[in-house]
């Protein structure tokens, strides 16, 4: 049981990377700030799982990532969708969607 | 564009390879997070020591996120690569002809170009193991007036120690005579192959013992113990190959000698079985009485710095010298020639090595131009699936990656079966080497550097060609692929099209040679085979047998041995005739120089003269011309008889009857148990007998009774009814049985001696140039037929289209063959003008066949036509065989 809600732990988080940075290059920390503010305080990311999710997608092809200067003149590593990251996006998204869409109905029946 | 990618292909292998850069990385992401955090909670109002626990606390253990993204790192590095190699095998093994085809030719051109240079650099460039051989040098005197024949290379003793004592050439110079060794063994005697060596032998050689020790200074000198060295074959052969034989005591040739020492295997000096340490003096008399004196070969090491140049003035000081003592020695103009030891003993094999060495590279060439052009046919299939899956997002990398990997797999099966088939083919190379024409120290093994240089290249081949579709979907040039119709482009573009075709007309022509070669040196020894030796060969046994030179020194003690012994053979089942002889076939014995009585002649007259047995010419058919053979009676009253062959008849007696004149045979006045007042009556005249070997012209011979002198070696010849090697041990029966301390040498039939005298060396060029010519026969057949039936296969489409407007399924026909024989005919053409070119090189190989034969030119072109007819039947029946309507929907 654990194992299966890690693997959607594990795709919503994907999900999640990706859209934040449908908006443009981010760093990791922003990513984490990102999440935080757009879903109004609901979801905290746990930072821990972060990175390794960051690495694993920059490595499948779905991100691609920079060393760049940040806002306040730090050295940080800029992640950002590459054309296949952001297919994925809108198939993850669409997806979601229509799943989230029929549980919401099932749940409306009495 | 390109330089970014390349960049980043370039940091992706960077990163693999410095783990420490990763970590550092790693490091500086996190610490830039956990400074960003820890900022924002002061901001929030915290202290700067709580802010920072914070901010760790938030992100966790910073050890053990370090440790999940490293993870990630690998597991989804193993799990891409071997994605690609499954997905690789699976595109393989789906397109099965192409698979199959490839690796075969990879592994084809790998082994045949491995094996068969192995045998070359073995053989040609590093035949001796001994430090310095390089600069190992013989001595050779050449007549001025005839400075391309052979030289004379023997010296007798005075003359040799002139040579090594005067010379400042040489800072070691060493000579050594062949004797036989009789040693006795069991019930009987056997023969060994004895070197004498003088001092310095085995430092000049430079290899120690395998077991004991080599000769000293001390065991040269004349009062010391007599000892003897082993040779790694005897030792094995004879003497068991047991090593704790070291300090006993062997008689050879009547004296107790002791064994000090074995050597290695690749220490095969003069082939010799055993080597016996001797100090020669310049005292003139035979060494051994009653026997010929020993003729010794000299060998020296060129100082450093010497240049051979300088060697031949030196040496041709001395030469000069001895030429006033020894007149008889030097032609009246001589030229002294210094020739290295590699030179001496490879000598004509040299050119067939190098032939063969250029066939080899042309071969892998074949090789990596068929791969080349199978890749690129594939790549162009491929063409839309890439562009595909680039538009789908897969960065060029990764198709690149998936790309390397196929080649790779291919290169690897290929290399596996090259090396396999290289090794098999080596043996069996080996296994067809005549032996006397490499020297006895030659190892042939597989050679590895030329291994890793042929598998390097060949495995590089599939890995450039095979890129070429991800380099293309790298130009970004998406839109034409995928808007073809069709699997992809029609048949490439133009340009690729001559490049396929060029390459193809490249492979037939580099085999049109091989092949011209291969008939050539065929039609050459087919001739060679052809020459009438003047005698039949078949079914007869011949052995030589050296007597022991202390009980057999006259004519009365040599006839003690032989008739005896010729009664015992004729009375064996099974025996049809036998003769003793000096000599055997193709090669005729004794050169002496020759009178004729009342002749009168200002050049010398020369002649071969051989001693033998009444029955010698029956037992080899040869053929009476005029006059008889000499009767029982005349040989055994040792009578001055003689018969000489047509040649001498012709050349020295012209139109006079030679029966009943007589000649003179000068050099049996010097033999150890001279011929007095050695003139002869002619008693007959006999057909030429090849007595140079098979591609001298015949010289002129005379034969005499053997009871005239006890010296020289003789041997038997014995004609049986059925198969000569089953009175073998019959014969070495009755041998034993007259006397014991006789040994038997060269013992086989007739045939065989000829065979490894005069055929082996040819049949050996021969095969070796055949092997060859089919392996690039093969490589050719299959590029043809691959690049004709991927052609076909795009033009599928285009032929629907015209059959279904009209045209018939001959005129299909017609379009594929025309495709193929096109391609063909040039590439003969092209071919033809090389070889033409080449053939002159050849030419030294040839014996009575003319390097621009035009049977065989011919021959190979019609060949080769043939073969690319035969690769376009089968694209050309699926030509003819469609169906228009499915092929004008075919895809």
């Given at each position: 049981?654990t194992?299966?809600k890690?693997?959607?732990?594990q795709?919503?988080?994907?999900?999640l990377?990706?859209?934040?940075l449908?908006?443009?290059?981010?760093?990791?920390?922003?990513v984490?700030?990102w999440?935080?503010?757009s879903s109004?305080?609901?979801?905290?990311?746990e930072?821990g799982?972060l990175y390794?999710a960051l690495?694993r997608l920059?490595l499948?092809?779905l991100?691609?990532?920079e060393?760049?200067?940040s806002d306040n003149?730090?050295r940080?590593?800029?992640y950002?969708l590459?054309t296949?990251?952001?297919?994925?996006?809108?198939q993850?998204a669409?997806?979601?969607?229509?799943m989230s869409g029929?549980i919401?109905?099932i749940?409306?029946t009495? | 564009?390109?330089n970014?990618?390349?960049?980043?292909?370039?940091?992706r292998i960077r990163?693999?390879s410095?783990?420490?850069q990763?970590?550092?990385d790693?490091?500086?992401?996190?610490?830039?997070?956990l400074?960003?955090?820890?900022?924002?909670?002061?901001?929030?109002?915290m202290?700067a020591a709580?802010?920072?626990y914070?901010?760790?606390?938030?992100?966790?253990?910073?050890?053990?996120v370090?440790e999940?993204?490293?993870e990630?790192?690998?597991?989804t590095?193993?799990?891409?690569?071997?994605?690609?190699f499954t997905?690789?095998?699976?595109a393989?093994?789906?397109?099965?002809g192409?698979t199959?085809?490839a690796?075969?030719?990879l592994?084809?051109?790998?082994?045949?170009?491995?094996a068969?240079?192995s045998?070359?650099?073995?053989?040609?460039?590093?035949?001796?193991p001994?430090p310095?051989?390089d600069?190992f040098?013989?001595?050779?005197?050449?007549d001025?007036?005839?400075?391309?024949a052979?030289?004379?290379?023997?010296?007798s003793?005075?003359?040799f120690?002139?040579?090594?004592?005067?010379n400042?050439?040489?800072?070691?110079?060493i000579?050594d005579?062949s004797?036989?060794?009789?040693?006795?063994v069991?019930?009987?005697?056997?023969r060994?192959h004895g070197i004498l060596c003088?001092?310095?032998t085995?430092?000049?050689?430079?290899?120690?013992a395998?077991?004991?020790?080599?000769?000293e200074?001390?065991?040269y000198?004349?009062?010391?113990?007599?000892?003897?060295?082993l040779?790694?074959k005897?030792?094995?052969?004879?003497?068991?190959g047991d090593?704790s034989?070291?300090?006993?005591?062997?008689?050879?040739?009547?004296?107790?000698?002791?064994l000090?020492g074995?050597?290695?295997r690749?220490f095969?000096w003069?082939?010799?079985?055993?080597?016996?340490?001797?100090k020669?003096?310049?005292a003139?008399?035979?060494?051994?009485?009653?026997?010929?004196?020993p003729?010794?070969y000299?060998?020296g090491?060129?100082?450093?710095?010497?240049?051979?140049?300088?060697?031949?003035?030196d040496?041709?000081?001395?030469?000069n010298?001895l030429?006033k003592?020894?007149?008889k020695?030097y032609?009246?103009?001589?030229?002294?020639k210094?020739?290295?030891a590699?030179d001496?003993?490879?000598?004509n094999?040299r050119?067939?090595?190098?032939?063969?060495?250029?066939?080899v590279?042309?071969?892998l060439l074949i090789?990596?131009?068929?791969l080349?052009?199978?890749?690129l046919?594939?790549?162009t299939?491929?063409?839309k699936?890439?562009?595909?899956?680039?538009a789908?997002g897969?960065s060029r990398?990764?198709?690149v990656?998936?790309?390397?990997?196929?080649?790779l797999?291919?290169?690897?099966c290929g290399g596996?079966?090259?090396?396999?088939?290289?090794?098999?083919?080596l043996?069996s190379?080996?296994?067809?080497?005549?032996?006397?024409?490499?020297?006895?120290e030659?190892e042939?093994?597989?050679n590895?550097?030329?291994?890793?240089?042929?598998?390097?290249?060949?495995m590089?081949t599939?890995?450039i060609?095979?890129?070429?579709?991800?380099?293309?979907a790298?130009?970004n040039?998406?839109e034409?692929?995928?808007?073809d119709?069709?699997k992809g482009?029609s048949?490439g573009?133009?340009?690729?099209?001559?490049?396929?075709?060029?390459?193809i007309?490249?492979?037939?022509?580099?085999?049109?040679?091989?092949?011209v070669g291969?008939g050539l040196?065929?039609?050459?020894?087919v001739?060679l085979?052809?020459?009438?030796?003047g005698l039949?060969?078949d079914h007869?046994?011949?052995?030589?047998?050296?007597?022991?030179?202390?009980?057999?020194?006259?004519?009365?003690?040599l006839?003690?041995?032989?008739r005896?012994?010729l009664?015992?053979?004729?009375?064996?089942?099974?025996?049809?005739?036998?003769a003793?002889s000096?000599?055997?076939?193709?090669y005729g014995?004794?050169?002496?120089?020759v009178?004729?009585?009342?002749?009168v002649?200002a050049?010398?007259?020369?002649?071969?003269?051989?001693?033998?047995?009444e029955?010698?010419?029956?037992?080899?058919?040869?053929q009476?011309?005029d006059?008889?053979?000499?009767?029982?009676?005349e040989?055994a009253d040792?009578?001055?008889?003689?018969?000489?062959n047509?040649?001498?008849?012709?050349r020295?007696?012209?139109?006079?009857n030679?029966?009943g004149?007589?000649?003179?045979?000068?050099d049996?006045?010097n033999?150890?148990?001279?011929?007095d007042d050695?003139w002869?009556?002619v008693v007959?005249?006999?057909s030429?007998v090849?007595n140079?070997?098979?591609?001298e012209?015949?010289?002129?011979?005379?034969w005499?009774?053997?009871?005239?002198t006890?010296?020289?070696?003789?041997g038997?010849?014995?004609r049986t009814?059925n198969d000569?090697?089953s009175?073998?041990?019959s014969l070495?029966r009755e041998?034993?049985?007259?006397?014991r301390?006789?040994?038997?040498?060269?013992t086989?039939?007739?045939?065989?001696y000829?065979?490894l005298?005069?055929?082996?060396g040819?049949?050996?060029?021969f095969?070796l140039?055949?092997i060859?010519?089919?392996?690039g026969?093969?490589?050719v057949?299959?590029g043809v037929?691959?690049?004709v039936?991927?052609?076909?296969?795009?033009?599928?489409?285009?032929i629907?289209?015209?059959?279904a407007?009209?045209?018939?399924?001959?005129?299909a026909?017609?379009?594929v063959?025309g495709?193929?024989?096109?391609?063909?005919?040039v590439?003969v053409a092209?071919?033809?003008?090389?070889?033409?070119?080449?053939?002159r090189?050849?030419?030294?190989?040839?014996?009575?066949?003319?390097?621009?034969?035009?049977?065989?030119?011919?021959?190979?072109?019609?060949?080769?036509l043939?073969?690319?007819?035969?690769?376009?039947?089968v694209?050309?029946?699926r030509?003819t065989?469609?169906e228009?309507?499915?092929?004008l929907r075919?895809e």
């Amino acid at each position: 049981m654990t194992d299966k809600k890690d693997d959607l732990l594990q795709g919503t988080l994907d999900l999640l990377i990706l859209k934040s940075l449908a908006r443009g290059p981010m760093h990791g920390y922003g990513v984490a700030e990102w999440i935080h503010e757009s879903s109004q305080d609901v979801l905290r990311v746990e930072e821990g799982a972060l990175y390794p999710a960051l690495h694993r997608l920059e490595l499948r092809g779905l991100l691609s990532a920079e060393w760049g200067v940040s806002d306040n003149n730090r050295r940080a590593k800029f992640y950002a969708l590459t054309t296949a990251g952001k297919k994925q996006l809108m198939q993850e998204a669409e997806y979601w969607h229509r799943m989230s869409g029929a549980i919401a109905r099932i749940l409306q029946t009495a | 564009m390109a330089n970014r990618w390349l960049g980043k292909v370039w940091q992706r292998i960077r990163a693999t390879s410095r783990p420490d850069q990763l970590n550092r990385d790693l490091d500086d992401e996190l610490a830039f997070h956990l400074a960003q955090r820890t900022a924002k909670n002061r901001a929030a109002g915290m202290n700067a020591a709580a802010a920072g626990y914070a901010a760790q606390r938030q992100l966790g253990n910073i050890t053990d996120v370090k440790e999940r993204t490293r993870e990630v790192l690998i597991l989804t590095s193993l799990e891409s690569l071997w994605r690609d190699f499954t997905y690789a095998l699976r595109a393989l093994r789906k397109k099965p002809g192409f698979t199959i085809v490839a690796i075969a030719t990879l592994a084809l051109g790998i082994g045949a170009s491995t094996a068969i240079f192995s045998v070359i650099e073995n053989v040609l460039i590093e035949p001796f193991p001994y430090p310095g051989a390089d600069r190992f040098m013989t001595v050779e005197i050449h007549d001025a007036n005839n400075v391309d024949a052979a030289g004379r290379a023997e010296y007798s003793s005075p003359e040799f120690l002139d040579y090594i004592e005067k010379n400042h050439v040489f800072d070691l110079a060493i000579a050594d005579a062949s004797e036989d060794v009789l040693y006795q063994v069991g019930g009987g005697m056997e023969r060994l192959h004895g070197i004498l060596c003088t001092p310095n032998t085995f430092e000049f050689f430079g290899l120690p013992a395998l077991y004991g020790r080599v000769s000293e200074p001390a065991d040269y000198e004349p009062g010391a113990p007599p000892t003897f060295i082993l040779g790694y074959k005897a030792w094995k052969s004879h003497f068991g190959g047991d090593p704790s034989i070291i300090g006993e005591t062997f008689i050879l040739n009547g004296t107790a000698r002791t064994l000090i020492g074995i050597m290695p295997r690749r220490f095969g000096w003069g082939s010799g079985d055993v080597f016996l340490p001797v100090k020669p003096t310049r005292a003139e008399q035979a060494y051994v009485a009653g026997e010929f004196p020993p003729v010794w070969y000299l060998m020296g090491h060129l100082k450093p710095g010497v240049t051979v140049n300088q060697a031949q003035a030196d040496l041709s000081v001395i030469a000069n010298q001895l030429a006033k003592i020894y007149p008889k020695s030097y032609p009246p103009r001589f030229v002294v020639k210094i020739v290295s030891a590699t030179d001496m003993v490879v000598g004509n094999f040299r050119t067939t090595l190098t032939l063969t060495l250029g066939a080899v590279a042309l071969l892998l060439l074949i090789s990596c131009a068929n791969l080349a052009n199978l890749m690129l046919a594939r790549a162009t299939t491929r063409e839309k699936e890439f562009a595909v899956r680039s538009a789908l997002g897969a960065s060029r990398w990764r198709l690149v990656r998936q790309l390397l990997v196929e080649s790779l797999i291919l290169s690897v099966c290929g290399g596996a079966i090259g090396v396999g088939i290289a090794a098999l083919g080596l043996n069996s190379i080996v296994a067809l080497i005549p032996p006397i024409t490499i020297p006895a120290e030659t190892e042939i093994s597989l050679n590895f550097p030329v291994l890793a240089f042929a598998l390097t290249v060949a495995m590089f081949t599939p890995m450039i060609f095979g890129l070429v579709p991800a380099l293309r979907a790298a130009r970004n040039d998406l839109e034409r692929p995928l808007r073809d119709s069709g699997k992809g482009t029609s048949s490439g573009t133009v340009g690729q099209g001559r490049f396929r075709d060029a390459v193809i007309v490249c492979e037939v022509a580099l085999s049109f040679t091989l092949l011209v070669g291969a008939g050539l040196l065929m039609r050459s020894f087919v001739a060679l085979r052809g020459v009438s030796l003047g005698l039949r060969a078949d079914h007869v046994l011949v052995t030589r047998l050296p007597l022991p030179s202390e009980r057999y020194q006259t004519a009365a003690q040599l006839v003690s041995f032989y008739r005896p012994l010729l009664t015992r053979l004729k009375s064996l089942p099974g025996v049809v005739d036998v003769a003793e002889s000096s000599a055997l076939p193709p090669y005729g014995g004794f050169p002496s120089d020759v009178e004729v009585s009342g002749a009168v002649h200002a050049e010398k007259w020369s002649a071969l003269f051989q001693l033998c047995s009444e029955r010698f010419f029956s037992v080899l058919h040869i053929q009476l011309r005029d006059g008889r053979f000499f009767d029982e009676t005349e040989v055994a009253d040792a009578r001055k008889v003689a018969v000489i062959n047509e040649t001498f008849a012709q050349r020295y007696f012209d139109r006079v009857n030679p029966i009943g004149r007589r000649i003179r045979v000068s050099d049996l006045a010097n033999f150890p148990d001279k011929v007095d007042d050695p003139w002869f009556e002619v008693v007959g005249v006999v057909s030429d007998v090849r007595n140079k070997g098979l591609q001298e012209p015949v010289a002129p011979e005379v034969w005499l009774p053997y009871t005239l002198t006890g010296s020289g070696q003789r041997g038997v010849l014995v004609r049986t009814a059925n198969d000569p090697m089953s009175l073998m041990d019959s014969l070495r029966r009755e041998v034993w049985a007259v006397d014991r301390s006789v040994a038997l040498s060269y013992t086989g039939t007739m045939e065989n001696y000829i065979h490894l005298q005069s055929y082996a060396g040819p049949q050996f060029g021969f095969v070796l140039m055949t092997i060859f010519a089919i392996v690039g026969l093969a490589l050719v057949s299959i590029g043809v037929y691959s690049v004709v039936a991927y052609a076909t296969a795009r033009r599928t489409h285009e032929i629907g289209i015209r059959m279904a407007l009209g045209a018939t399924r001959t005129d299909a026909l017609k379009l594929v063959l025309g495709m193929g024989l096109r391609v063909i005919s040039v590439g003969v053409a092209i071919g033809l003008i090389a070889s033409l070119a080449l053939s002159r090189v050849l030419a030294s190989q040839l014996w009575q066949t003319s390097a621009y034969d035009p049977l065989t030119i011919c021959g190979v072109a019609i060949l080769l036509l043939a073969i690319g007819v035969a690769a376009c039947v089968v694209p050309a029946r699926r030509a003819t065989s469609i169906e228009p309507t499915l092929a004008l929907r075919h895809e």
